[in-house]
């Protein structure tokens, strides 16, 4: 056999390689999380909450989301939803550089009867953006984008903490 007869087999190998490599080693893609619970009601978000929509289309994608807290097996309840921004750098004319947005989310979580499943707890997200004024559209754009990125991760960092329970 020639060299270049070699050349298909070698590439497969190596492209094979790291797939081979992450199957050995334990490496598993991030799966949703799964809840031992059957039922949850959420209670206490502001009325057409995009952080309630998200977390309800998210949950009822494995469990069954209820409207009445009693009919449910937890409740989830909260407490306070915040989306505070605040101007951290200036330029030396004293405009505007750099933003801080930031997504505060308290909850707890209880049975009906008020057994405490999850206590008082809270999710904070810092992120930063650099402020233009020339490109004050786009910004906001990118202000939004951020703020559903961060309502995401809360989605998840809360469907991670309703796995560990066990009633």
């Known amino acids: 056999m020639s060299l270049s007869e070699f ?4 590439r497969a190998l190596l492209l094979a390689a790291p797939a081979l490599l992450l199957a050995g080693c334990g490496f598993e893609l991030k799966r949703a999380a799964e809840l031992q619970f059957e039922s949850i009601a959420l209670t206490g978000f502001a009325p057409r909450s ?3 929509r998200e977390l309800r289309d998210t949950l009822e994608r494995s469990i069954t989301v209820k409207d009445a807290p009693a009919q449910a097996q937890v409740v989830l309840q909260a407490l306070a939803e915040e989306r505070p921004r605040r101007a951290v750098a200036f330029t030396a004319s004293g405009q505007v550089r750099d933003i801080q947005l930031r997504t505060i989310f308290r909850y707890r979580a209880q049975t009906p009867a008020e057994r405490e499943l999850i206590p008082d707890s809270r999710i904070e997200l810092i992120r930063e953006m650099t402020f233009i004024e020339s490109a004050a559209l786009g910004k906001q754009q990118e202000e939004q984008d ?3 990125e961060m309502q995401s991760d809360i989605v998840l960092q809360v469907m991670l903490r309703l796995s560990a329970i066990r009633l």
């Not at 050349?7 to 070698?10: E, I, K, L, N």
């Open 7 to 10: 050349a298909p087999r070698r």
């Open 50 to 52: 995009p952080l309630a």
């Open 146 to 148: 951020l703020f559903r």
